[in-house]
């Protein structure tokens, strides 16, 4: 699994709109708070079918088919949940929030082997941010979709908003780093990847993947 994947597991959460759609979900949520995933699934596969925001359900039965590790479920739910936003988003398409999520549909789509939506996943996040266009999670999932299609002055565009609002967001400076490397930008990259690892935790997967590039480039110079 990404480790940036990771990130957006953490952050995520359900927006709810009318009494019944909010008691719904409720019920769903508590369920899944208290390790009931299998009621939970029951619960927002109930307020799919009732019509109670079904991109909301359909993403959230995702996401926990994802965190079990069901990809083939989760893969499956997520035809559905595209079906779902493409339809509220005709109906509303200022939502900027259910344009980051169909947005995140396609990245973790994505990660799967024979499957390319990064570009889907790029438009979907350019119509979030043009309806909040200083937001530091869309600007962060962009700059990771640039990286992966390999569009690297918009990725680095991307991230250094983010660290321009958020100096201490280890993952942009992570991927800053990243990019610096393929530029050349050598000890720029040392600086940051040296950051990361003064400032996370030895348990943090940024940590380590900073500790090892560090210790590579080092390696690379006694060697050079």
């Known amino acids: ?126 119509e979030a941010l043009k309806r909040s266009e200083n937001n530091s999670l869309y600007l962060l999932h962009l700059g990771y979709v640039c990286y992966k299609i390999g569009d690297m002055e918009k990725a680095k565009e991307a991230f250094e908003r983010v660290v321009a609002t958020q100096p201490s967001n280890a993952y942009a400076r992570y991927y800053l780093a990243l990019l610096d490397l393929k530029a050349g930008n050598i000890e720029q990259a040392k600086s940051a990847f040296s950051w990361i690892v003064e400032n996370l935790p030895e348990s943090s997967p940024l940590h380590q993947g900073a500790k090892k590039e560090l210790a590579r480039l080092e390696e690379e110079k006694d060697e050079g």
């Open 1 to 126: 699994m990404s480790l940036f994947i990771v990130l957006v597991m953490l952050v995520l959460s359900a927006a709810f709109a009318g009494e019944e759609a909010q008691n719904c979900f409720e019920e769903a949520q508590k369920a899944l708070w208290s390790g009931d995933t299998e009621e939970a699934l029951k619960l927002f596969e109930e307020c799919a079918e009732q019509g109670i925001r079904p991109h909301d359900a359909y993403f959230e039965m995702g996401l926990i088919y994802y965190r079990e590790g069901e990809y083939l479920s989760a893969f499956r739910i997520s035809k559905k949940a595209i079906r779902a936003f493409r339809t509220h988003l005709e109906a509303h398409p200022d939502d900027h929030r259910s344009w980051f999520r169909l947005a995140y549909i396609y990245e973790l789509r994505s990660e799967a082997p024979s499957v390319n939506e990064w570009k889907k996943a790029r438009e979907a996040l350019e």
